[in-house]
Nanobody, 123 residues
Framework: QVQLVESGGGLVQAGGSLRLSCADS????????MGWFRQAPGKVREFVAA????????NYADSVKGRFTISRDNAKNTVYLQMNSLKPEDTAAYYC????????????????WGQGTQVTVSS
C-alpha cells in the first residue's frame, strides 16, 4: 500500500529556497516513478517534476527548469524536491504522487497521492 506524506513547506521570501520531502510509509516507493505537482488557489493541479524508479531519468515543467531539482533515496523511501530561486508565482500546495512512468505529466497518470504541503513565496 502506497502511503505518501509530504513535508517541508512553509513561507519563504522571493529568491529563497525550500526542500520538500515525500516519505512513503508503505515502503513501496522503489516500485514507482514519482512526481511532484502543485495547485494554486482557483487553478488546476499542474505537473512540476518527475523521476524514474531508479532516479536515472527526470522530467521538469518548463516553468521550474533550472530552479527545481527532483531526487529520490529508495533506501529511505523518500523523494525530494529542492526549490531554489523561488518566485511568488510558485506559491501553491505541492503534492507528491506515485505512478508508472516519469514522462507522464498528467494528474490521471498517478494513482497515488499525498495530502500536500503548502509553499508560500512572498514578494
Amino acid at each position: 500500500q502506497v502511503q505518501l506524506v509530504e513535508s517541508g513547506g512553509g513561507l519563504v521570501q522571493a529568491g529563497g529556497s525550500l526542500r520538500l520531502s515525500c516519505a512513503d510509509s508503505g515502503h513501496t516507493i522503489s516500485s514507482y516513478a514519482m512526481g511532484w505537482f502543485r495547485q494554486a488557489p482557483g487553478k488546476v493541479r499542474e505537473f512540476v517534476a518527475a523521476i524514474s524508479r531508479s532516479g536515472g531519468s527526470k522530467n521538469y515543467a518548463d516553468s521550474v527548469k533550472g530552479r527545481f531539482t527532483i531526487s529520490r533515496d529508495n533506501a529511505k523511501n523518500t523523494v525530494y524536491l529542492q526549490m531554489n530561486s523561488l518566485k511568488p508565482e510558485d506559491t501553491a500546495a505541492y503534492y507528491c504522487a506515485a505512478g508508472s512512468a516519469h514522462y507522464i505529466v498528467t494528474v490521471g497518470g498517478y494513482p497515488y497521492w499525498g495530502q500536500g504541503t503548502q509553499v508560500t513565496v512572498s514578494s
